[in-house]
């Protein structure tokens, strides 16, 4: 059974930093690409940011970009997202997913076969 467990998780003021961990079983993703989502109360899910297995990332945006990273540790296989300068905005509940598809879309939702069970981010001012 795979499985796609995540941590991390929290309440946290504004300006805070909180990481995200997500931890891979039952099958190896380390040649696959690997996203966090996000999705905030009567929203659709959003993507976040995205890895391949090389390294090199793509967010949803430039001003994501500035304070999340997104890294993996392949012998680990896990996937970690750094969030940093927090604001209330950025409260929601975070997924983590992996892709095994020959090719995908990193914002649709529908090209990831295994998703994390979720993780509430709460961001206070």
Do not use: H
């Not at 996203?35 to 793509?58: D, H, L, N």
């Not at 927090?86 to 997924?95: K, M, Q, S």
């Amino acid at each position: 059974q795979v499985e796609l467990v995540k941590s991390g998780g929290r309440l946290v003021l504004t300006g805070g930093s909180l990481r995200l961990d997500c931890v891979a079983s039952g099958r190896s993703f380390n040649k696959y690409p690997l996203a966090w989502f996000r999705q905030a109360p009567g929203k659709e899910r959003q993507f976040v940011a995205g890895i391949i297995w090389s390294g090199i990332s793509t967010y949803d945006s430039d001003s994501l970009k500035g304070r999340f990273t997104i890294t993996r540790d392949n012998a680990k296989n896990t996937v970690y997202l750094q969030m940093n300068n927090l604001t209330p905005e950025d409260t929601a509940v975070y997924y983590c997913a992996a892709t095994v598809g020959d090719s995908w879309n990193w914002w649709y939702v529908g090209d990831y076969q295994y998703w994390g069970q979720g993780t509430q981010v709460t961001v206070s001012s």
